[in-house]
Nanobody, 124 residues
Framework: VQLQASGGGLVQAGDSLRLSCAAS????????TGWFRQAPGKEREFVAA????????YYAGSVKGRFTISRVNAKNTVDLQMNSLKPEDTAVYYC??????????????????WGQGTQVTVSS
């Protein structure tokens, strides 16, 4: 499975962005897909995840209510809609796929496949 993240950019606080993760490989639709982010000088952190059926979603507390993760398996894509962006959301955003289940979806080691990252910069 190969993942390609896109949609990042420079926006102002309060604006919205939609990130997309496009995957190749027939088995992508069977994986939980997550979004993580890494700010300069900080560790990579969990943002959101969605199970392969799309029936269950998970969010970090810092983005809950502002970000929405969704997937279209027929198109092999997982999107992250980010609203009400804040300067602290500035980071490189990565999508990842793996057989994560339950609360393990928040763990980096639960994912086997990673995209290259897309930069999101939110100015105040």
């Amino acid at each position: 499975v190969q993942l390609q993240a896109s949609g990042g950019g420079l926006v102002q606080a309060g604006d919205s962005l939609r990130l997309s993760c496009a995957a190749s490989g027939r088995t992508f639709s069977r994986y939980t897909t997550g979004w993580f982010r890494q700010a300069p000088g900080k560790e990579r952190e969990f943002v959101a995840a969605i199970t392969w059926t799309g029936s269950t979603t998970y969010y970090a507390g810092s983005v809950k209510g502002r970000f929405t993760i969704s997937r279209v398996n027929a198109k092999n894509t997982v999107d992250l809609q980010m609203n009400s962006l804040k300067p602290e959301d500035t980071a490189v955003y990565y999508c990842a796929a793996g057989n994560a289940q339950g609360m393990a979806v928040m763990q980096i080691l639960s994912y086997d496949y990673w995209g290259q990252g897309t930069q999101v910069t939110v100015s105040s």
